[in-house]
């Protein structure tokens, strides 16, 4: 029998209040964005905090740095709330 | 000499280390195989002498023949195989900065790292078990604060015992990359049948192409085209059957070894909350606040800059307020003033001197104009280029401009820019000079590039002292001439905004910009020595490239308005200059400005936009530029089409020299030019021909 997993619904990184912490799970953005959100430290699987996210860019903690990112670029990384 | 190489991550502080090593040393050298020119010194320790090699910050490395920061980072390591390569990481982002690490330890085991900040994760009570590291991966780990001097030689200690063989590892590291092994091999086994391969490693390669990085797949189709198409299809197949992208693979599998290997390194004893980090935020990257109190900071810091080194615009500012003694008093006592005063000074000195011990005048006249002349007129941008560079290095030690940056990145994001356009943008008002030099801070190299060629537009105070005259000159009525001039500088500064785009699409091509993926930096209280290093190195490299092409084209134009058909002539209306503008007068006649001497002030003009007004007074004989207009005869038309002209007709020689030193590619330089030269021609038939008819 398999055991049906209560985890919350990935959603994209734009949608998440500050104070909010997450893992990353998937970068539905074109190779060149994705490559450069990976190496900035965006990873699937790492956890990443929300830190400003009113109105303008949206700020994320990960990996020990904080990261600005444009509206668009933060609704295509997937999150799963912590 | 041994040769020492330093890479990192952009803001890691790379430069105060690099500083701190190599202090006066420092200059900037062109290595053969990499396509940017880096910053080099020298250090002394116990006797052994080594050159450092500062690499571009960047987040990776790479090869082939770009220009961006991982290229150049990867160019040199393969090329030159470094002695010792120091990768300096931040020791309060040590999950981050690692990754740099990773990637050089693929390529190398001559590797120091050198762990910065520590200063601060001491604050932070933050401890890392830097010899656990060493055994972990094989290198010396050596924490520092390159700001406050810990360490600098313990850390050159071990750089010294990795040159002698006494540490580092024999080889690169091997991550495992899991499912990707097999793809690993398979394409390291069709690249070793490529010949011109040598010098890179087989394993680093095969995990670049998986990565699809375009320096390595461009340097593989060069050499075997065939190759190229086997290796895409591994690639293709090894997405397949794994269901993701390889790319993010080798990304993922190079974070968890990172994270495997910093497993209990780590520790935080008590967390110290950023919350005046956070405050200050919210002002600065609110998004109606941020944007003010940004413009103000410019606007302030920029103004202030200008005051001391020009004089304007504050002078303006105070003798329209009515402080007319304290308006001269700046005017006089700036300091690009005094260093031209002291220069005009020289000039007579050496002249006279010449001209008693007999010399002939052409020689006295190429001696003191065109010799100390030229020297006086680089030296003269040199208060200008070290204070704005130093305002720029505190800015930047701060961590204000990533916030001024995103504040302005609304704006230019949709003209093919990031937001870190505006620095130059705003300093552009003041000077075009100081204001292309200004792009360097900016990130990528296509985005320095097109700012470079587009911010010359903006109308300088120079071209502003020439547009108050003309204005004067255009109508008696302050309300029209205020009109006149707002029209002016509007389509000025809409001309500056629809060049970037321009200037974007002839340097990159009809792609849409990167979104924006900022680092945000935390508030740092700024350093005047950092900034200070920053400064001088800068204005040292202006001096040496832009200076010299200054310098070389003051000389030449000495020649074209000294030199006539006869020899030597005192005065430039007999020179060949002279003829040139007469030659060019059907030019600008169907401007309406048919007039010799209007198109010889235009000549002028190239030198130095202000020279359009004391030529256009010297050359009709008058006392100024107004009187001068009555003289010539000037229509309103005609001062409208010659107002317009100056604007934007040619950048003048001193930014074209920096345009040559920043952009590099005499091809787009020369474009721009005649993209401004075409563009204010049109603009001012515009003007003469649609004003012509209004006066009837």
Redo the contacts between chains.
Sequence with gaps: MELIRMERPPVPLSVLPPGSRGIVVA?RAG???????????L????EVTV??N????I?VS?????????R??ASKVFVRPL | MPVVALAANPNVGKSTLFNALTGESAHVANWPGVTVAVNQGRVTHHGLEIVVVDLPGA??ISAGSAQAAEAVTGQFILEHSPDALVVLV?A??????M?MVVEALELTGRVVVAVNMMDVAERRAIHLDLDGLSSALGVPFVGISALKGWGLGVLLDRVVDVLEGRAGRRGPIRIDYGPLEPYILEISRILSRIGGLGRYPLRWLAVKVL??DEGVLSLIGEADPTALSEVRRVISRAERDLRA?P??LV??SR?RFIERVLAGKIRTTRLVSVRLS?KL?EVA???IV?PVFSLLLLLLSFTAVFAVNAGSPVDLILSSLGFEEAAVIISEYNLAGLVGSAFDYLTSIVSSALESAGLPAWLSSLTSEGVIGGLGLVFSFLPLVFTVFFLLGVLQDSGLM?RVA?SA?GLF?RLGVSGRAVFPAVLGFGCSVPAVLATRAMDSDEERVTTALAVPLIPCQARMVVALALASSFSDSPSVQAAFLLALYGIQVLLYLVSIRVMRRMVVGPFPP?????????YHVPSARVAWWYARTNAIHFLKKAGTILFAVNVGFWLLTHLGPGGYVEDPSGSVGALLGSALTPLTGLVGLGDWRVALTLVAGFMAREAVLTTLASISGAVDPTAAVSVLGLSPAQVASLAVLSMAYTPCAATISVMLQEVRLLGAVGKQVVYQLVLSFLMAAAAYWILSAFAG
Aim: charged share 25%; glycine share 12%.
């Design positions: 970068l190779r060149g964005l994705a490559r450069r959100l990976m190496e900035m430290g990873t699937p699987g790492v830190l400003r009113s109105v303008g860019p700020v990960v990996r020990g740095v904080s990261l600005a990112l444009g668009g670029v | 987040y990776s931040d309060t982002a040590m999950e981050r900065t990754y990565q699809r992208p790319e993010e990304i993922e974070y956070s935020d990257l609110h998004p941020g990533a995103i990145d994001r990167p979104p924006m993926v900022m680092e945000l930096p935390p």
